[in-house]
């Protein structure tokens, strides 16, 4: 099954986040949309793996999140992937009121090499995913939606701990289910 790590974020908050994004659904961009049950961070991708390795990952995360105090985070701004110049996916950035993330992120790390999966190689960015671009938009397009949220932030909110989640494809967009919780010491 296909599997990501995450934090999950209360509703009040994917509801601060739609509210931001709503404006910029009529901006012409060929874009497919987050639905606000489904905004998270990704704390790792982990993709396909087996109940064995579920298992594996089980202990692991036990192990990685027991130095892990609780989170107080806030998404804040937004931003494009690799840049605004040539967007591929729209973000809200995340950032850290209190706490560690970067060991959240270290932690979740350890876990997929639990599972025997190849290290990211690349530095963690946290960010919630708020759009994909499926066309190159007009230039300079993005950076008018971006700019409009250069002072944005959502109320700040707790993160006890980090999920495991099943990611299925459908047709009409992915669907979440939570399989585990990894809570923090």
């Not at 961009?29 to 396909?48: C, I």
């Not at 932030?153 to 967009?173: I, M, Y």
Request: aromatic share 8%.
């Amino acid at each position: 099954m296909r599997c990501f790590l995450g934090l999950d974020l209360p509703d009040s908050v994917r509801a601060q986040t739609a509210a931001l994004y709503a404006a910029w659904r009529g901006a012409g961009l060929k874009a497919s949309w987050v639905r606000p049950e489904n905004l998270h961070v990704t704390v790792r991708f982990l993709g396909d793996i087996t109940p064995e390795q579920m298992e594996a990952l089980d202990g692991a995360m036990a192990r990685e999140l027991e130095a892990c105090g609780p989170l107080s985070l806030r998404l804040a701004g937004a931003g494009a992937f690799p840049n605004v110049r040539r967007p591929s996916v729209i973000w809200a950035g995340v950032r850290v009121e209190a706490g560690d993330l970067p060991a959240v992120f270290s932690g979740g790390e350890a876990g997929a090499r639990a599972l025997g999966l190849p290290p990211e190689g690349r530095d963690p960015h946290p960010h919630v995913t708020l759009a994909r671009l499926r066309v190159p938009p007009p230039p300079g397009r993005v950076e008018a939606l971006l700019e409009t949220a250069r002072a944005w932030e959502s109320d700040a909110f707790a993160a006890a701990g980090v999920a495991l989640w099943k990611s299925t494809l459908r047709p009409g967009g992915a669907v979440y289910d939570k399989l585990r919780e990894y809570p923090f010491a």
